[in-house]
């Protein structure tokens, strides 16, 4: 079954502390995996891909396909990064994107 | 350009009356997806249209649930009647995806939700 968990659902951190924010997946082939935020008042929006390999305000994130994980990382913590995220999986195909629980991210000032 | 636009924000209805959200997608965007979000849950896919055509709507539950998507563009998503448990955030969102060659992962662009609260 293809699935995508999120055990933590509250996460909070100090301005300028490292943050990860923990993302296993189930599937049975090569999925793409994605984090999705949503900032307070906005819109659901796209953060980054697996596939890209890029650092989104300073966010990354690394594929693990031997422990099923794609945690999305930060050095260093901002109060802008509050906001509730989501990691999110797809396909081959791309015609359904299955999305985790969240975490919602609080960096304390 | 405004996005994604879906309306009404927020609607309160009684259960058993019937309900309909609107959703006007990205301009040029030819797939439209529906999702229901829970309260603490992520979305879930109600329905996928690519142009006019539904090609995923296994997850809507077609005894109270209906969706058009008329001349491809604008989709509407009817609930009849409605359900304590329905109450939910219904979100829409759409992008421009294209199948068979090589497929790349066109990101797909939210509306701000409809909040729907079933009393």
């Known amino acids: 079954a293809q699935r995508v968990t999120q055990p933590e659902k509250l996460l909070s951190v100090f301005k300028g502390a490292p943050v990860e924010l923990k993302c296993n997946y189930s599937?049975?082939?090569?999925?793409?995996l994605f984090w999705y935020v949503q900032y307070s008042r906005q819109r659901l929006q796209l953060l980054l891909r697996?596939?890209s390999r890029e650092s989104i305000k300073g966010f990354t994130a690394d594929l693990n396909k031997g422990e099923t994980s794609f945690h999305l990382k930060k050095p260093f913590a901002q109060e802008e990064d509050s906001a509730m995220y989501y990691c999110?999986?797809?396909?081959?195909?791309?015609?359904?994107?299955?999305f985790g629980p969240g975490t919602s991210l609080s960096v304390i000032p | 350009e405004a996005g994604v636009v879906q309306s009404p924000r927020y609607k309160i209805i009684e259960k058993k009356q019937p309900v309909a959200f609107w959703c006007n997608p990205i301009?040029?965007?030819?797939?439209l997806y529906w999702y229901r979000q829970n309260l603490g849950q992520g979305p879930e896919l109600l329905i996928r249209?690519?142009?006019?055509?539904?090609?995923?709507d296994s997850q809507l539950p077609k005894d109270r649930f209906s969706a058009e998507r008329l001349k491809g563009v604008d989709s509407t998503l009817k609930i009849q009647p409605a359900e304590l448990g329905d109450s939910a955030v219904y979100l829409c969102?759409?992008?421009?995806?294209?199948?068979?060659?090589?497929?790349?992962?066109?990101?797909?662009?939210f509306g701000p939700g409809t909040r729907l609260t079933v009393l």
């Open positions: 599937y049975s082939g090569s999925p793409e």
């Open positions: 969102a759409s992008s421009f995806w294209t199948s068979g060659g090589t497929l790349t992962y066109n990101e797909q662009f």
């Open positions: 301009s040029g965007h030819n797939t």
């Open positions: 697996h596939i």
């Open positions: 999110a999986l797809s396909g081959a195909s791309y015609d359904k994107v299955i």
């Open positions: 249209y690519e142009n006019e055509e539904a090609v995923d």
